[in-house]
C-alpha cells in the first residue's frame, strides 16, 4: 500500500486543476497583455480566478495579487508592507512559530535597524492575546502572525488579534499567513480586520510555483519587483497565465463539499491519535482540547528513541509517506524553531515526524500507517541503542 501523509509539504494536483492548467498552455497561451484574441482569452482566465478568489474571500478582485507561491507572499506583505510604513514607525510584532517565508524577512528587517517582538506560544502552540496586546506600541507598524503553523497544526485566535490590534491603531497593517488554512477554514480578512492574506496554490491541489496575496484596497505596499506594471504595480511580469487558472479552479474545487472534507480530515486526525496513545516513549505535539482548536491535517508526533530522518525513511521502505518536521526545513541541520517555543524537550527535537492529510486519504491508510510505526518502532530503538 502507498500512503501519502505530507499533503502540508505539497498535494496532488486535482484532475479539474490539470485540465485547466494544459488548456492554458496549449489553447488560451496568449499573454494577458496584449490586445489581441489570444491576449483576450488569457486575460479571461486570470479575471475567472480573480473572481473566484474574490468570492471565497468575500473581497474585490482589485485586492487579489498573483505571485511565485506562498514564499513570495509572505515576503512582499512584510517588506513590502514595512517599507511603505517606515515612516510611521520602527516596530514589528511576530511569533516565534513563523514559517521561515515570514521569519526570514523579519530577520532581515532587523538586522537594518527595526525592532521586532516576538510573540511567545504556550505548549499547544498559541499565542497570548494579553502578550500582543502589552507588545503594540506607538511605533508599531506591522504585525504578522500564521494562522495554522506548518509543523503542529496549532491555530492561532486571528479574529481576537484582530480586534486588539486594530483597537490600539487602525493603521498597523495586520498579515495573516493562511497557507496551511485556506481551504481548511472560511476566512474573510476584510470583515476579520486582516489587512494582507496570503495563499499558496500547491497546499490545495493546484499547481506548484503559484500563490496569491490579498491586499486591502486601503493598503499601499511597497512593490518587490519592478518592470512592465502588471497586477496595479504591485506585481511586475507577465502573469502565469496556466499557474494562475490552476489556482482558481483548485479554490473552487477544495470549497466544494467543504463541510464534509473537513469532518473527514478530523476524524482521520482522531483515529490517528488515538492510536499512537498506544505507543509507549510518542508524544503528540500542540494537543489541544477541543480537537477542533488545531488545525484538521496536521498532527505532530515525537519518538523516543528514534531519529526523525531514520524513521521518515523506515515508514517509507513501507510505502508511507512523512515530513521530518517541516519538509521546507527538514533538509537543513536546524533545530526547529516551532518545537523549541512549545517547550519541547532537548532529546525530542530531533526525534519528530509530521504527519499531514488530504481529503483523499483514508481510514484504511491510517490503520496501516499505525501498524507500519508499531512494527518498526521498537526495531529502531533496538538499532540506537547499540
Known amino acids: 500500500m502507498e500512503v501519502y501523509l505530507d ?68 515576503n512582499l506583505a512584510v517588506l513590502g508592507g514595512a517599507a511603505a510604513r517606515k515612516r510611521a514607525g520602527n516596530h514589528i510584532i511576530t511569533t516565534k512559530i513563523e514559517h521561515p517565508a515570514v521569519a526570514e524577512p523579519v530577520k532581515y528587517l532587523e ?42 497544526g496549532s491555530l492561532q485566535p486571528i479574529e481576537e488579534a484582530a480586534a486588539i490590534i486594530k483597537k490600539k491603531n487602525k493603521n498597523i497593517l495586520f498579515h ?35 500563490g496569491a496575496l490579498y491586499i486591502h484596497e486601503k493598503v499601499n505596499l511597497s512593490p518587490l519587483l519592478f518592470g512592465g506594471g502588471q497586477q496595479q504595480g504591485i506585481r511586475s ?18 470549497y466544494e463539499n467543504f463541510e464534509e472534507k473537513r469532518e473527514h480530515l478530523y476524524c482521520l486526525k482522531k483515529k490517528l491519535m488515538g492510536s499512537l496513545e ?22 505532530s508526533v515525537s519518538v523516543e528513541g528514534v531519529k526523525s530522518e531514520v524513521f521518515l525513511h523506515a515508514l517509507e521502505e513501507r510505502g508511507v509517506y512523512v515530513s521530518a518536521g517541516s519538509a521546507c526545513s527538514s533538509n537543513k541541520k536546524r533545530t526547529s524553531e516551532t518545537l523549541k517555543a512549545i517547550g519541547l524537550s532537548q532529546k525530542l527535537l530531533d526525534s519528530t515526524i509530521r504527519f499531514s492529510f488530504s481529503e483523499e486519504n483514508t481510514l484504511e491508510e491510517v490503520t496501516y500507517t499505525v501498524r507500519c510505526m508499531k512494527e518498526v518502532i521498537p526495531v529502531l530503538r533496538k538499532y540506537v541503542g547499540r
Open 176 to 210: 495573516v499567513d493562511a497557507i496551511q488554512s485556506f481551504g481548511k477554514y472560511r476566512i474573510y480578512p476584510k470583515k476579520i480586520g486582516i489587512d494582507l492574506l496570503s495563499i499558496s496554490g500547491h497546499k490545495f491541489h493546484g499547481p506548484k510555483g503559484i
Open 278 to 299: 498506544e505507543i509507549e516513549g510518542l508524544v503528540i505535539n500542540g494537543i489541544a482540547d477541543p480537537i477542533t482548536d488545531t488545525a484538521p491535517h496536521i498532527v
Open 111 to 152: 538586522a537594518r535597524g527595526l525592532c521586532v517582538t516576538y510573540l511567545s506560544v504556550d505548549k499547544r502552540g498559541r499565542i497570548s492575546l494579553k502578550e500582543l496586546e502589552e507588545a503594540l506600541r506607538e511605533d508599531t507598524i506591522l504585525v504578522s502572525i500564521i494562522h495554522v503553523n506548518n509543523e503542529i
Open 7 to 74: 499533503n502540508s509539504s505539497t498535494t496532488r494536483c486535482y484532475p479539474e486543476v490539470k485540465e485547466v492548467v494544459i488548456q492554458a498552455m496549449t489553447e488560451d497561451f496568449g499573454n494577458p497583455s496584449s490586445m489581441h484574441k489570444k491576449g483576450i482569452e488569457g486575460e479571461r482566465l486570470v479575471k475567472r480566478s480573480k473572481e473566484l478568489l474574490a468570492g471565497l474571500l468575500k473581497v474585490k478582485e482589485k485586492e487579489i495579487v498573483f505571485t511565485s507561491g506562498g514564499t513570495e507572499s509572505d
Open 237 to 254: 511580469g507577465t502573469e502565469n497565465v496556466p499557474g494562475i487558472a490552476g489556482l482558481g479552479e483548485a479554490a473552487k474545487k477544495v
